[in-house]
């Protein structure tokens, strides 16, 4: 088992920035894709982007490449989302996934293939 926990999340204006955190505990030797993915108000789940821990490898949606940024500690076990220039419509709850599956070397961006949840962190963009 893998147990995640979501920290950073909070309101802030359009253009402004936030750093969301997700630690990781448990089994995370045998994690190595990592992600996140977003819920908006009334909306279904969607992919925002993934790690692979080892390599550092990244994959994006097309609504956040250039202004996201997804890392990894050294250690390991936290990934980090640096979210600028936000905008209203990243208003979520922004959840943190581990074990996620690849393909032929690509991170699947599909909330069906990540074995493991936090419970989230809401982000609120004032407009």
């Known amino acids: 088992q893998v147990q995640l926990v979501e920290s950073g999340g909070g309101l802030v204006q359009a253009g402004g920035s936030l750093r969301l955190s997700c630690a990781a505990s448990?089994?995370?030797?045998?994690?190595?894709?990592m992600g996140w993915f977003r819920q908006p108000p009334g909306k279904e789940r969607e992919f925002v982007a993934a790690?692979?821990?080892?390599?550092?490898?990244?994959r994006y949606a097309d609504s956040v490449k250039g202004r996201f940024t997804i890392s990894r500690d050294n250690g390991k076990t936290s990934v980090y989302l640096q979210m600028n220039t936000l905008k209203p419509e990243d208003t979520a709850v922004y959840l943190c996934?581990?074990?996620?599956?690849?393909?032929?070397?690509?991170?699947?961006?599909?909330?069906?293939?990540?074995?493991?949840w936090g419970q989230g962190t809401q982000v609120t963009v004032s407009s």
């Open positions: 996934a581990a074990d996620g599956k690849s393909f032929y070397g690509i991170l699947s961006s599909a909330s069906q293939h990540y074995d493991y």
């Open positions: 448990g089994r995370t030797f045998s994690t190595n894709n």
């Open positions: 790690i692979t821990l080892r390599s550092g490898n990244t």
